[in-house]
C-alpha cells in the first residue's frame, strides 16, 4: 500500500497559508507507507524539479530540500508527492522510490497499486528499464506510445490499458498539466477549494480532509468544520486532466482482466470481484489489492 497526495492551482501559493497544509499531506499520507518518500513540482516555466530519498515522510521533512522548499515565502502552486510502502524492488536503491520521471517528455509519475504485467510489457514493448519498481514500467511505456501518435494524453490512455494491475496513478508534467488516473480496484478522491481556487487529491477522503480542511476545536474531541472544500471520488477507468485555466477534461480507459499465474495455478481477478486473491507462502507469489 502506497499512497499519493498533491495539489494544483494557477499560480504559487502563499506559504503562510499553505505550508501546514503541504506538511499535513506529508503526515497523513504516511500512514499509507513509510519506506520512502518524494514529491514533485512544477519550478518554472516548462521545468520540473523532484526530489526523493528511502526516509518516512516525517524524516523526509527534515531534510535540507524540503526544509528550503518549505522555507520559501511562495510555495509551488503544482506538486505531487508520494509515500511508499515497498514491495518491488527495494527502497535503498533510491531509483526505485517515486516519482519516477520522463527526461524526454517532461513528466513526473506517481502510482499506488500493484503492476502485475511489468516484466512482459518490458519484453513485449522491448523497453529500457531505469527502475525495478514494477510502477516504473508505465514512463518508458508512455514514452513510446507517445512516439507512435504525438498525443500525450491518448499515449496515457494506452498505458493504462496495457498495464495490468490496480493503480491510482497521478502525472504532473512541466507544461504544468496535471492527469489523475482511476482503475477499479483503487482509491483516489479529488477535491476543490471554491474560496481559493485550488485542487486538491489525496488516496482517501480522511487523508485530504485531515489534511487541507480547516477545524473549530470547540473541546477535546468535538469539532466543528470549517470548509469550503468539496470532495468527490474519482471515477473508476477514467482520466481526469486539469490544465492552467483550471478546467477537467476527461476519457474513459477500459481495464484488461487481470490473470496471474503461481505454483501451476492459474489465479483470474474479475473487475466486479477485488477480493479473489489467493495466498502462497513464498512471497513473490503474494499479491494485494488496496
Same mark, same amino acid.
Given at each position: 500500500m502506497c499512497g499519493i497526495a498533491g495539489w494544483y492551482a494557477k499560480k504559487n501559493l502563499p506559504a503562510k497559508k499553505y505550508r501546514e497544509k503541504l506538511e499535513n499531506l506529508f503526515f497523513y499520507t504516511e500512514t499509507r507507507g513509510r519506506d520512502a518518500t518524494g514529491i514533485a513540482y512544477v519550478s518554472g516555466e516548462n521545468e520540473l524539479t523532484y526530489f526523493k530519498a528511502p526516509l518516512t515522510a516525517s524524516k523526509f521533512l527534515e531534510t535540507e530540500a524540503m526544509k528550503k522548499l518549505l522555507g520559501q515565502e511562495w510555495l509551488p502552486g503544482k506538486l505531487i508527492l508520494h509515500c511508499r510502502a515497498a514491495t518491488k524492488g527495494s527502497e535503498k536503491n533510491n531509483d526505485n522510490n517515486h516519482p519516477f520521471c520522463s527526461e524526454k517528455l517532461g513528466f513526473a509519475l506517481i502510482h499506488n497499486g500493484v503492476i502485475s504485467n511489468d516484466d512482459n510489457l518490458t519484453k513485449k514493448y522491448n523497453l529500457v528499464r531505469k527502475a525495478r519498481t514494477d510502477s516504473e514500467v508505465m514512463v518508458p511505456l508512455i514514452e513510446k506510445f507517445y512516439d507512435e501518435n504525438k498525443n500525450f494524453l491518448l499515449a496515457i490512455k494506452r498505458c493504462m490499458e496495457e498495464v495490468e494491475g490496480n493503480k491510482a496513478v497521478a502525472i504532473l508534467t512541466a507544461g504544468g498539466n496535471l492527469y489523475l488516473i482511476k482503475g477499479n480496484s483503487a482509491s483516489l478522491v479529488l477535491g476543490y477549494d471554491v474560496e481559493d481556487d485550488v485542487f486538491y487529491f489525496a488516496s482517501t477522503q480522511v487523508i485530504l480532509s485531515s489534511s487541507v480542511e480547516e477545524y473549530d476545536y470547540i473541546k477535546?474531541?468535538?469539532k466543528v468544520k470549517k470548509s469550503n472544500i468539496l470532495i468527490e471520488e474519482v471515477p473508476s477507468e477514467r482520466i481526469l486532466a486539469i490544465k492552467a485555466n483550471m478546467e477537467i477534461s476527461q476519457i474513459s480507459f477500459k481495464e484488461k482482466e487481470r +490473470?496471474?499465474?503461481?505454483?501451476?495455478?492459474?489465479?483470474?481477478?474479475? +473487475?466486479?470481484?477485488?477480493?479473489i486473491w489467493e495466498d502462497n507462502d513464498d512471497s513473490s507469489n503474494k499479491w494485494f489489492c488496496f
Open positions: 477535546e474531541f468535538f +490473470r496471474f499465474v503461481g505454483q501451476g495455478k492459474l489465479w483470474s481477478l474479475y +473487475r466486479d470481484n477485488d477480493s
